[in-house]
T-cell receptor
Framework: DTEVTQTPKHLVMGMTNKKSLKCEQH?????MYWYKQKAKKPPELMFVYSYEKLSINESVPSRFSPECPNSSLLNLHLHALQPEDSALYLC????????????FGSGTQLSVL | EDKVVQSPLSLVVHEGDTVTLNCSYEVTNFRSLLWYKQEKKAPTFLFML????IEKKSGRLSSILDKKELFSILNITATQTGDSAIYLC???????????????FGQGTILTVHP
């Protein structure tokens, strides 16, 4: 299984809602990532988890809250988002943080109204 | 500040043409350069280049890294409509800094292949 699975594929939420994005991999990878991608732009790193510990937070606003419950799962909790947070949210994993070769999920297309 | 710059930003060709995509970088603690193809949503891995001058090949795609001049090229020969995608170049930093493991992406090259 060489897949990174993300759910949901699409999400529409209001600015007062709380929602969560989920990501799962069963490749035994120990590093997991959240990226944000706006239309016609490259992915931008948000968070890196290594061995279930948060290693990098790219100064992401606190309305985004990551969680890594175990080595296979990565969540991104969303609360009080702004319309400018609308984007494609990509999860990725790699063997280790230093591996470089990331496997990406298909993303969650998020719209904040 | 780390920089990864791709050129051209977009390219339109016809099936059968050969294309060359460029990626230059200025990064401290360079470890490797990676190429990804993004068709709809998920970027898919193409190549990882760590050593200078060694060409990596996969079918009609090939890539090479020049660590002295700080650039890489991605070649696609005999292009097909299925090669239409955004091609992303990214650089990963070496261990020893707090940012190691972070992929810094270039802006991408949008390739359109017409029948």
């Amino acid at each position: 299984d060489t897949e990174v699975t993300q759910t949901p594929k699409h999400l529409v939420m209001g600015m007062t809602n709380k929602k969560s994005l989920k990501c799962e991999q069963h490749m035994g990878h120990r590093a997991m990532y959240w990226y944000k991608q706006k239309a016609k732009k490259p992915p931008e790193l948000m968070f890196v988890y290594s061995y279930e510990k948060l290693s990098i937070n790219e100064s992401v606003p606190s309305r985004f809250s990551p969680e890594c419950p175990n080595s296979s799962l990565l969540n991104l909790h969303l609360h009080a988002l702004q319309p400018e947070d609308s984007a494609l949210y990509l999860c990725a994993s790699s063997q280790t943080r230093n591996e470089g070769k990331l496997f990406f999920g298909s993303g969650t297309q998020l719209s904040v109204l | 500040e780390d920089k990864v710059v791709q050129s051209p930003l977009s390219l339109v060709v016809h099936e059968g043409d050969t294309v060359t995509l460029n990626c230059s970088y200025e990064v401290t603690n360079f470890r490797s350069l990676l190429w990804y193809k993004q068709e709809k949503k998920a970027p898919t891995f193409l190549f990882m280049l760590t050593s200078s001058g060694i060409e990596k090949k996969s079918g009609r795609l090939s890539s090479i890294l020049d660590k002295k001049e700080l650039f890489s090229i991605l070649n696609i020969t005999a292009t097909q409509t299925g090669d239409s995608a955004i091609y992303l170049c990214a650089v990963i930093k070496d261990a020893g800094g707090t940012s190691y493991g972070k992929l810094t992406f270039g802006q991408g090259t949008i390739l359109t292949v017409h029948p």
